[in-house]
Structure formats: C-alpha cells, structure tokens
C-alpha cells in the first residue's frame, strides 16, 4: 500500500494541559501497520510540560501562525477535492443524483448539467437580453465599464461630504478638499433654506452655491412646443399631457373683478366725465399741505376749537419796571398750544402760525412806559415793530399816579418756532405794573 501518511499540527487550547509549542502528530497507514484510532498514548508524548496546570501565560502562542493557516488551508483543499470527485462521480453514474437535489423551478438538470432556470419564479433567458440591450453596442459588462469611467470623469475630484442640519455645523466640519459638496437643511444665513455649498480650496471657505427644494413627484408632460416662434402675447398652458402656448380668456383669471365686461368698459369711457367739474377745479393743496378754496385755506367750523390761546394776569404785588425789564404776568388762567413761563414772562409761538398779543395795563408811574413784542433769544424787535406807551396822570381824587393811553396790540407770524416776550423797552421815573389790573391775551388767527 502506498504512503498516504500526513503531518497535521494541532494546538490545544482547552482545559487540558497547554503545550508551549506546535505538536506534530504523523499518522500512517503504510503496510505492516494498524489502522490509527485517533489516540495517541501520553507516554509516547516526548517534551511534555513536568507540572500542570502550567503557568498562565500570554495568549499569543494559542492562535495559530500564519504559516500554521496555509497547512490547514491546504489539507481542507484537498478534502474538498476529494469529495468533488465523489459527487462528480455519482453525477455521472446516477444522474437521478442531482435530480433528489434541485427543486426544478430555480435550478434544473439538463443532460447531466445543473443549469440555473429563474430568481424568484422569474424567468431570464436569452430572448429577455437581447431585448433590453436592442440597439446597445458591445457586451454587458463592457457597457458598466463605460458607465463606471463616465461616472468617475464626472465626480473627479468631486467629493460629497453628506447632509448637514445647520450651516453652523458645516462651519465645524475640519477635514475637507476643495471641490468638496455638502448639503445644509436648515441654512439659518440664507433664510432657513436648503442650501448646497462647495468648499473652495483656494479661498479658505464654503462657497453658496444656491438655494434649492426636493420633489418626490415629477409630472410627465408630452408635445412640449419647442420653439418660440409666433407665441408673442401667448402664455403656457397645460391641455391634458401637454404644454401649448395660448392666449388667456377673461373668464379662466381668477380673483377678477364682479363687474361684467361691459361694465367695466363703460366705467373706463366716463373716467373724464364730472358733473362738478369747476367746483373740483377750485380745489388746491398750498405749499404748507393745506387744502385751499379759489387760493384760500380751508378752516372748518370744528377747526376753531384747536386754535391756540392764552390768557395770563399780574396779580399778588406790583412789578417794578426798568428799561429791559420783562413783564412777567404771574398767573395763568386758561390756554391750550401755547407754553408759557410764569416765572419767565416767555410764551412759545410756532413756525408757520400768525397770532394777534394784545396787552391791557394799568401802571404806576412818575414819567412814562413804553411796552413791546420782541424775541426773547436776543431782544429783538418783530416784524410788526408795534408799541405803546403810558404817561403818568395825576388824578385829584387818589394818591395813586395813574397812566394813560394803551393797549399793546401786535401781530407775528413765526418762521421758526420760538419764544417770545413783553418787555418794558423805555421806562421814566418810578414805574410798575399793578397787580389784577395788567393782562396779556394771545390768540391764533
């Protein structure tokens, strides 16, 4: 009999006592000798450890070496082989073999060939091939590669980094090339849009490409015109499967007028037609936004209540006056849009209104006082330049020195608005203004 023995390493890595290296067992089965039962007797084990359980050790040497690897691999190979043959044999002497092992709907024997018939109950033969490659060149697998090249010419040096939440975390990203595409779902810079962004290498940043939205439908539209010419004035329209160009009919607009055609025709015809016509005409806005009448503005009646007043009165003691001296009427009793000052004497008249001062006064002097209207930044003089003056009189039934002649009456139209006052400008001999008898009353006109 022929030498059929064979090395086989074996490892123990159980709880029977370890072996610091690769056991080498040979088994023979040459002739004179017995057949091998699988046991080896442990006195005929040479180099076994002296104590057990031996110590605990690394696990390196428990897995085997690369070189162990290709010992089994080879062994099973050629056990594979072996049973091949067997089956390949019982093939070819008893085809009902093969037969007990297909089930005759994906998989059948045909003159001693296993031949694959159809995945999942459906059938592919080599009618159905052919008619999806009708009018392709070359074979299948030629026709990927010419997929896979076109697919990588267009993605070259294109990388797509995924989906991002916000543009805050794009931002975070640390690792990227430029021509890199990201996605941002919620982009808070651009309005909370989707957002599509490529990574510029050469400037450092992620630039905007566009905003844009994702569909799930798509509507399939046939005959779609492809040319412009003669659509002038026309719109696109959507008829059945198609789109055309055409005009727009009064009745299909939406959220158009309730009046008919007619109506509205006739409305447009009278746009110029008015009954009052040179009553209108009169009508006009002056530079101030005023309304006018034939030039003049226009105040009604319910206006009169908002035109501004005041009225004020020396009361408690007499004020003396000097030259200079502003008349201060200490106490107001009504008004309304005009501030005054009761411990200034200072009244403020606004830009644009014309008011009518009118002073009433009995003084007390020994020459003469002369009252006026001026400015009360500057002392200045108004455009009216009215004044009045009181000269003494000595009446034979008082003790009092009484005045004469009177009362201040001004008129001032303010270019800004500012304050005013009433000011003794010339004054002689002892003078004063005595109290409950001196009033100050302004009115807009």
């Not at 052919?130 to 070359?138: A, I, K």
């Not at 008011?355 to 003089?381: D, K, P, Q, W």
Request: hydrophobic share 35%.
């Amino acid at each position: 009999m022929a030498n059929n023995s064979k090395e086989i390493k074996v490892r123990q890595v159980d709880n029977s006592p370890h072996y610091s290296k690769v056991t080498k067992v040979y088994v023979t089965n040459q002739s004179g000798g017995g057949d091998f039962d699988g046991t080896v007797d442990w006195d005929n084990i040479t180099n076994k450890p002296e104590t057990f359980p031996s110590a605990e050790h690394d696990h390196d040497d428990r897995y085997n070496t690369k070189e162990d690897v290709q010992d089994i691999i080879d062994y099973t190979r050629e056990q594979m082989q072996s049973e091949q043959g067997k089956v390949m044999a019982h093939a070819d002497d008893e085809p009902a073999y093969l037969d007990s092992k297909v089930d005759n709907v994906t998989a059948v024997v045909e003159g001693n060939e296993l031949k694959v018939k159809s995945i999942d109950g459906l059938t592919i033969g080599v009618a159905s091939i052919n008619s999806w490659l009708s009018g392709t060149e070359d074979n299948i697998q030629m026709q990927i590669d010419s997929i896979n090249d076109s697919l990588v010419a267009l993605s070259s040096g294109m990388r797509y980094m995924g989906k991002f939440e916000t543009y805050a975390d794009l931002q975070a990203v640390t690792t990227m090339d430029g021509g890199d595409l990201a996605v941002v779902l919620a982009d808070e810079s651009h309005g909370g849009g989707r957002s599509m962004y490529v990574y510029r290498d050469d400037l450092g940043v992620w630039d905007f490409i566009g905003e844009f939205t994702f569909s799930d439908e798509f509507t399939a539209l046939k005959d779609t015109p492809t040319s412009y010419a003669g659509a002038d004035g026309k719109v696109v329209k959507v008829a059945g499967e198609r789109l055309v160009f055409d005009d727009v009919d009064y009745g299909d607009i939406t959220n158009k007028p309730t009046s008919t055609i007619t109506q509205i025709d006739d409305a447009v015809a009278k746009r110029h037609e008015h009954n009052n016509a040179d009553d209108l005409a009169k009508l006009g806005v002056n530079e101030r936004g005023e309304l006018t009448i034939n030039g003049v503005v226009y105040a009604p009646k319910s206006d009169q209540r908002t035109k501004q007043y005041l009225y004020a009165r020396r009361t408690e003691s007499e004020q003396p006056l000097t030259a200079g001296t502003t008349c201060i009427f200490n106490r107001k009793y009504s008004g309304e849009g005009i501030a005054y000052d009761v411990n200034s004497g200072i009244f403020t008249l606004e830009a644009g209104k014309t008011y009518r001062i009118f002073v009433t006064a009995s003084m007390n002097t020994e020459g003469y006082v002369i009252l006026r209207l001026v400015s009360a930044s500057n002392n200045a003089v108004t455009a009216d330049n009215n004044q009045a003056i009181w000269m003494s009189v000595n009446p034979s039934n008082t003790n009092w020195k009484e005045s004469s002649t009177g009362p201040l009456l001004a008129y001032v139209t303010p270019t800004t608005t500012q304050g005013f006052k009433i000011i003794a400008s010339s004054v002689n001999g002892t003078s004063g203004l005595r109290p409950n008898h001196c009033a100050l009353d302004i009115t807009e006109i």
